[in-house]
């Protein structure tokens, strides 16, 4: 009786606070509207037409042989990527764990590789694969005299995809390898057991859902990429690219919604398996931290050739990304290598290039801090609040992790340039910078609301309370208490979503108009034409902004972070 008691002055009391229930009205209208609405535009384009409901339209788009093939193509690419990255992602999480490493220089290596991927856009490595092993690739045409290599298909996309998602992978299995307690281990070698024994025999068993999770990850961004197939894809077609050519070359929108569908089902189940069931279970098996460090391996016979491979893959992917500025420099790729910087003039002067750093440039910016904010204060309800509505604004929040951004653009012109919102503020959205800040925080909000959710269940339920017992609001107490307390993870999510928005291309090709030009959608169009001097010269410009903004977060971090003595005073 106490307890239910209890549960309603709770409840009372949470209801009083008009701020707090203002916010969650305010999220629920916007994470109805443009995320739930756009896809259930497309499921509404793909079973209802003139005739009423029907499944005429995926009986047309299944009947397309194209498309059949997009999907076996897709599905293929997509778990050999996942079981690469996982592979090598394990290779690199072992060596930097287990293996005593003689210099910083290895790590310092381990830590370039995993944030490459961050800061650089989607299709770098393929642009490198083209100029390194295509037909006037530097190592295909003058170290090995092959003249006749194509790099475009099924093994371009699969190399690329790799090379780009391993290290998500190598992030996810090293703390999970971090928390594996060396006791376990070591009481297998007291018996006897060889090292390869005890890892297969206990390391392994204990990281296998994690090897699972980091698999469906890889598998979900592999089936979901559209950048990297649309350039070093040629005529093997994948669900992207041909969700990307139903709609902008057979204008074709109700076919391409239910092939959207189909895609978006598949990254749906597969997102389903990670987040509720391997996630969970990963977690179980490997519960706290490990009890006291590691006795690192240092048998030259098991260190030696480990670190030889791993600093070979490491050293081969810089290089393919090196490979960028140097494109931008020479006057033309496999066959004039003289240095000149006339690439980067015409991007100024010919191309427009001002132009289009300067609208992706504002864009993403106003988007990051809207993003970090929203992030924090969904994390801050997750966490901190209970009420009816917290189960959907947690899931539909998270959804948009599972929606390739293809799926979400052709969401976005369906419901906003006709279906339910013909007239008024919201049709008139499409076509405008601010649809596009919307989709860049959409794709965003993932991300920033786990970085918030584990940093708040970090912190004690009681330094809130005794602010609200002082008479402080909701709104009073996220910003003076909560806020400063989690600082370290919205600057995070800030740059993250700066970053991420800056350098997004599968959702806003589909939605940027004449009017906006946006760097990624340059890069991929002069690509496309072949055009590599120009396409490197852009990626060049956009990989120092981004790493520049990764710099200034942890500069920031350091002098005004949690840890900092700022912090401390």
């Given at each position: 009786?106490?307890?239910?008691?209890?549960?309603?002055?709770?409840?009372?009391?949470?209801?009083?606070?008009?701020?707090?229930?203002?916010?969650?009205?305010?999220?629920?209208?916007?994470?109805?509207?443009?995320?739930?609405?756009?896809?259930?535009?497309?499921?509404?384009?793909?079973?209802?037409?003139?005739?009423?409901?029907?499944?005429?339209?995926?009986?047309?788009?299944?009947?397309?042989?194209?498309?059949?093939?997009?999907?076996g193509n897709t599905l293929k690419v997509g778990f050999l990527v996942g079981i690469a990255s996982a592979l090598i992602g394990l290779l690199f999480a072992y060596v930097e764990v287990y293996v005593r490493l003689k210099t910083g220089f290895m790590k310092g290596l381990f830590q370039v590789v995993s944030m490459l991927p961050v800061v650089s856009p989607p299709f770098v490595l393929s642009l490198s694969m083209i100029m390194l092993f295509g037909k006037s690739g530097i190592i295909t045409r003058y170290l090995l005299h092959i003249y006749d290599n194509s790099v475009y298909g099924f093994w371009g996309i699969a190399t690329v995809q790799t090379l780009t998602f391993f290290p998500v992978c190598y992030m996810m299995l090293k703390g999970l390898l971090k928390n594996i307690d060396p006791s376990l281990e070591e009481a297998a070698r007291d018996m006897g057991a060889s090292?390869?024994?005890?890892?297969?025999?206990?390391?392994?068993?204990?990281?296998?859902?994690?090897?699972?999770?980091?698999?469906?990850?890889?598998?979900?961004?592999?089936?979901?990429?559209?950048?990297?197939?649309?350039?070093?894809?040629?005529?093997?077609?994948?669900?992207?690219?041909?969700?990307?050519?139903?709609?902008?070359?057979?204008?074709?929108?109700?076919?391409?919604?239910?092939?959207?569908?189909?895609?978006?089902?598949?990254?749906?189940?597969?997102?389903?398996?990670?987040?509720?069931?391997?996630?969970?279970?990963?977690?179980?098996?490997?519960?706290?931290?490990?009890?006291?460090?590691r006795m690192l391996i240092m048998d030259r016979s098991v260190t030696l050739p480990l670190t030889i491979l791993c600093s070979l893959l490491a050293v081969f992917v810089i290089g393919m990304y090196i490979c960028v500025p140097f494109g931008a420099l020479f006057k033309t790729w496999g066959y004039d290598f003289h240095l000149t910087g006339k690439w980067f003039v015409q991007v100024f002067k010919k191309y427009k290039g001002l132009k289009a750093f300067k609208d992706s440039f504002v864009l993403s910016l106003i988007a990051s801090p809207i993003t970090a904010f929203l992030s924090m204060i969904i994390s801050y309800l997750v966490v901190k609040r209970s009420f009816k509505s917290k189960g959907f604004i947690e899931a539909v929040s998270m959804l948009a992790m599972a929606v390739p951004g293809t799926v979400l653009g052709i969401g976005y012109i369906r419901g906003y340039s006709s279906g339910v919102f013909r007239t008024g503020f919201l049709q008139g959205l499409y076509g405008t910078g601010a649809l596009l800040v919307i989709v860049f925080i959409v794709r965003s909000l993932p991300t920033g609301t786990r970085s918030g959710i584990s940093a708040l269940r970090q912190i004690d339920r009681s330094i809130e309370e005794s602010a609200y017992d002082m008479g402080a609001d909701s709104f009073k107490v996220f910003m003076t208490v909560t806020l400063p307390l989690i600082k370290d993870s919205f600057l995070s999510g800030l740059v993250t979503a700066f970053v991420r928005s800056i350098t997004a291309i599968s959702a806003i090709i589909l939605l940027v108009t004449p009017q906006y030009l946006l760097i990624t959608v340059q890069i991929n169009e002069f690509a496309e034409k072949g055009a590599y001097g120009i396409a490197c010269a852009f990626a060049t410009i956009l990989i120092l902004i981004t790493y520049g903004a990764v710099l200034l977060m942890n500069i920031l971090i350091k002098h005004f972070g949690t840890g900092s003595s700022a912090g401390r005073e």
């Open positions: 009786m106490a307890k239910k008691q209890g549960a309603m002055l709770e409840r009372k009391k949470f209801y009083s606070d008009p701020v707090m229930v203002t916010t969650i009205a305010v999220l629920i209208v916007f994470l109805t509207l443009f995320i739930l609405y756009p896809l259930a535009i497309l499921l509404v384009d793909s079973f209802i037409t003139e005739e009423g409901i029907s499944l005429s339209v995926f009986k047309r788009v299944m009947g397309m042989s194209n498309f059949r093939r997009a999907i090292r390869w024994r005890v890892f297969t025999t206990v390391t392994l068993p204990l990281i296998l859902p994690g090897l699972g999770n980091a698999f469906l990850v890889t598998f979900i961004e592999s089936i979901a990429d559209f950048a990297n197939p649309m350039i070093i894809g040629g005529s093997y077609d994948t669900l992207a690219t041909t969700i990307y050519l139903q709609i902008t070359g057979a204008y074709d929108k109700e076919g391409a919604s239910a092939m959207a569908v189909v895609l978006l089902l598949i990254t749906l189940l597969m997102f389903i398996v990670q987040k509720y069931y391997l996630e969970a279970k990963s977690t179980a098996t490997l519960s706290g931290k490990a009890s006291r460090e």
